[in-house]
């Protein structure tokens, strides 16, 4: 039972990282690499800093 669920699992953790990682093809392809990953440090920093910024609430 246990194989059954983590193979579900790791089922959808696969489908559900498919659409990400498309969207990150075709920004690149748009905009370059460099500037896709600025865009993500931008975004994983402003969302670090908004989790820090309500938690404190």
Known sequence: MRGKVFGLQNN???IALSLPLSLAGL??????LPAV?????VLASGLGVLTRWLDRS
Request: glycine residues 22%; without cysteine; hydrophobic residues 55%.
């Open 37 to 41: 990953f600025v865009g993500l440090g």
């Open 27 to 32: 920004a690149e392809s748009a905009w370059g």
């Open 12 to 14: 959808a953790i696969n």
